[in-house]
């Protein structure tokens, strides 16, 4: 679950004057569909208590904040607005982000509400996101055929995972079952190795934010693990910022 209590400021419960509008069909929008990336942005929106607009069919829009982000759940809970009444079914989630742009999603599901928590209920993360503005780092595909991979010790333990998407502020790797069995969300990994590409090596510590699993055709079952980068010196972030610079060029 993510953890409030070390965050900074968190924003008071939302009120009408916070609404936002949803984004219009026309608002040249861009879709994000990484699970990594609507997990980052769904949490830090409940970092910081920003305030949600939904709209739901048929109703009058309700006020809210997410509560907390569940990756094992693959679910995050909504604390409504006092006295406030979220119907069943087809809704559009709207917020700001960081005040230069809009998220927007839409879910069709049956919410639950969390067990003594009258105001607060469960839904599933949604499958994509639409952005508005978004100045967020963009994550960059690994070049196939290229040298891309992380290294690094864990128990005594060498771990060797491929990586198959990164930016200025996170990768993203591929492991397998048994390799995701020893890590978790929250985990810290110091001094990992990161190779982009035949020439260029990297240090830094990172931090695990995802565990997602699926299944290939060819390797069957593995686990998605998307990390943030927390601690990086100077010299490996300009390393980096050449590397990002290089694929984008492609």
């Not at 879709?31 to 769904?42: N, R």
């Not at 087809?90 to 917020?95: G, H, M, N, P, Q």
């Amino acid at each position: 679950m993510t953890d409030l209590a070390t965050t900074q400021f968190r924003k008071g419960p939302p009120k009408p004057s916070d609404a936002i509008a949803r984004i219009a069909p026309n608002g040249a929008a861009h879709k994000m569909s990484d699970a990594f990336q609507i997990f980052e942005t769904l949490s830090s929106l409940a970092q910081t208590g920003e305030a949600i607009t939904v709209y739901p069919v048929g109703q009058d829009f309700v006020m809210a904040r997410i509560e907390a982000v569940d990756p094992d759940r693959r679910s995050f809970t909504l604390d409504l607005a006092e006295d406030s009444i979220l119907a069943e079914g087809k809704a559009v989630f709207t917020a700001s982000l960081g005040g230069n742009a809009r998220v927007q999603f839409e879910l069709d599901a049956n919410w639950s509400i969390v067990p003594g928590r009258t105001q607060m209920v469960e839904l599933p993360l949604p499958e994509t996101c639409q952005v508005l503005n978004r100045r967020a780092e963009a994550r960059l595909e690994s070049p196939l055929g290229g040298s891309y991979g992380a290294r690094f010790t864990y128990l005594g333990k060498v771990f060797e995972l491929p990586l198959y998407d990164f930016s200025l502020s996170g990768v993203g790797l591929r492991a397998t079952k048994d390799q995701a069995y020893e890590l978790y969300v929250g985990k810290k990994l110091e001094g990992v190795e990161l190779e982009l590409g035949p020439s260029l090596r990297i240090t830094a510590d990172l931090e695990v934010r995802l565990l997602r699993p699926f299944r290939t055709f060819l390797l069957g079952e593995q686990v998605q693990v998307g990390c943030r980068i927390s601690n990086i010196t100077m010299q490996m972030k300009q390393r980096l910022e050449r590397a990002v610079s290089k694929v984008q060029k492609r």
